[in-house]
């Protein structure tokens, strides 16, 4: 098996790439820089420069891979975005173009909460998950939308996974449970077109 991880430098992308080579999967790694890779990483993975805001870069990324992970963020910028959206709708497109159903996508379970309720701070934030998630579930594809609670550094434990999730199964998620999942669900069908709450026990 063969997957491209788009932000794939990132706290969780990274969890994800080591996830992937632990299970024998052949990764590509979508970057924007390289030299954010760490170098024990950089010979085990397929490096792919390019920017999810270029579509022909995209679809070359997607090109011969048999799943998708996307996991781009803003490391800590929590202001007005459309990129994470924009480059999901590339990213869509590149993979219906290309014939790749299977896409597990890291959002955020503030797309739980009530507007009113998500603070204030991350509305913006989450104004443009919640377009990702409308660009998903709106696809032909295979998606699986991961709503993560707080992403921690805690070292990897026993996890809640639900499918079908209107509301977290609790408070955080370690960043290597949440990019193990983000791996593993790509080739597990009863996840497909699904909401999924997970978190830690």
Known sequence: MKIVIF????????????????????????????????????????????????????????????????????????????DMSEGTKNIIDAMRAKNVKPVSACLSAFLFYEPAKVPPRFVDLNEDHKRMYEVLKDSPLNWIAVFPPHISDEPSREVTVLPNATSSPGRAISKWDLGTFLVESLSEPKYYKSVIGIANK
């Open 7 to 82: 932000g794939s430098t990132g706290m969780t992308g990274l969890c994800a790439v080591e996830a992937a080579i632990k299970k024998g999967i052949s990764v590509r790694a979508f970057v924007r820089d390289a030299s954010k890779m760490p170098e024990a990483l950089k010979d085990k993975v397929e490096l792919f420069p390019g920017n999810v805001l270029e579509p022909d870069s995209v679809a070359d990324a997607v090109d011969g891979t048999d799943g998708v992970v996307i996991a781009l963020g803003t490391r800590n910028c929590l202001d007005a975005t459309s």
